[in-house]
């Protein structure tokens, strides 16, 4: 049997009836940049998440980027960020000219441990960057708390939870700014490159808006600087209408993720993902751990079982950032969990037979105790 990561070809198949027709009518109209489908998708998106503003732009990585600027973080500032997540999320901070400085994760989410946030912070950190990994909100009180307490900013970096909660909020809304991305193998993904920004704060909604479209107060009159990073119209329809599935698409992986749980639970040797209270997990992810990682990967792969590594190498080791000074050894726990995670294939459309597939000759393949 093969199994593929993730399989795109049945949700485009859902939506390109309406879709197709939405995007028939744009090239009657010609509207394709920042127009009417721009603005429908932000406004449903801003509705989705319950914040007053969303802002499409390029990518994932650029709403982070933009965000930050938008906060004012620049040159000599910090911003504390996990080390186990996605180069973007440390990029971004990079960009602006800032400093990304690690902090370790807890073993049970992935996510940052926010009880190693606080011994982070210096007279020149300006911002927390918690990022909502495999689709589990962080911890966002504590950091909230700690936010507060030395006058910090919070950017979400969403990229992987749309639709996931915490405390029954959507994430996102819970800073002062979450970060979307729409790559096409997120859990909204678009037909290409696509980000959002999204915001309560009027003010620094019409800052991010000079920052997308090149600081423009009319047309050809300019009086900040900005960027070229606008959502493209084409991407707004076919995320317009999928946005409208997406809440029965993550209740689907919940289901599969909960079916890889009751066939795994109890086997020596796999270390099933946990949920924290109160969070909403809408397993972007399916993260289990092994000892022999390697081993069960090539094991995985020769019975046509795509599973992957969500991340090998922790952000402080790795090449790009040897300037930074970390060594190995400083966040144990990003490290050990980097060489023993595996992501399982998971998918809105993934069949019952296909996860039993996997669970058992995942079974036959890891090693016990
Ligand atoms: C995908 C991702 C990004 C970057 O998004 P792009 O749209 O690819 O630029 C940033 N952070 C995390 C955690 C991601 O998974």
Redesign the pocket.
């Known amino acids: 049997m093969k199994i593929p990561f993730t399989d795109l070809g049945p949700q485009f198949r859902e939506i390109k009836g309406a879709a197709n027709r939405a995007f028939g009518e744009l090239v009657k109209r010609g509207d394709y940049i920042l127009g009417q489908d721009v603005r429908d998708f932000e406004s449903s998106f801003a509705g989705f998440i319950g914040t007053k503003h969303a802002l499409g732009v390029n990518?994932?990585?650029?709403a982070?980027f933009l965000g930050l600027l938008g906060l004012g973080i620049g040159p000599k500032d910090e911003v504390i960020v996990p080390t186990y997540?996605?180069i973007?999320?440390a990029f971004a901070i990079t960009y602006t000219g800032a400093t990304p400085v690690f902090v370790d994760i807890e073993e049970k989410t992935f996510n940052i441990d926010i009880s190693k946030i606080e011994k982070a912070v210096t007279s020149k950190t300006r911002a927390i960057m918690p990022?909502h990994?495999y689709g589990q909100s962080a911890d966002m009180r504590p950091i909230l708390r700690i936010a507060k307490k030395y006058g910090l900013k919070v950017i979400e970096?969403a990229?992987?939870a749309h639709g996931a909660e915490y405390h029954g909020k959507k994430v996102g809304c819970i800073g002062d700014i979450g970060a979307f991305?729409?790559?096409p193998t997120?859990n909204l993904g678009a037909l290409g490159?696509?980000?959002m920004i999204v915001t309560n704060d009027t003010r620094l909604y019409e800052k991010l808006k000079k920052l997308r479209d090149y600081g423009r107060k009319s047309k050809y009159e300019h009086d900040s600087m900005g960027y070229n990073s606008r959502l493209d119209a084409v991407q707004a329809i076919y995320l317009n209408e999928k946005l409208k599935r997406l809440d029965k698409w993550n209740e689907k992986r919940i289901q599969a993720a909960d079916i890889y749980k009751k066939l795994l639970k109890g086997v020596g040797g796999i270390n099933l993902p946990s949920e924290a209270r109160n969070n909403k997990h809408i397993y972007h992810v399916f993260g289990i751990r092994v000892k022999n990682r390697d081993q069960v990967l090539e094991g995985l792969r020769n019975c046509g079982i795509e599973a992957l590594v969500h991340y090998p190498v922790p952000l402080h080791l790795q090449d790009v950032y040897k300037g930074l000074g970390y060594k190995q050894g400083d966040f144990p726990v990003a490290e050990q969990v980097s060489r023993e995670i595996i992501s399982l294939p998971i998918y809105p459309h993934i069949k019952r037979s296909q996860l039993e597939y996997v669970a058992k000759k995942l079974k036959g393949l890891v090693k016990n105790g």
């Open positions: 990518s994932g990585t650029d982070l997540t996605y973007a999320s990022v990994l970096d990229a992987q991305s729409f790559y997120k490159d696509g980000g």
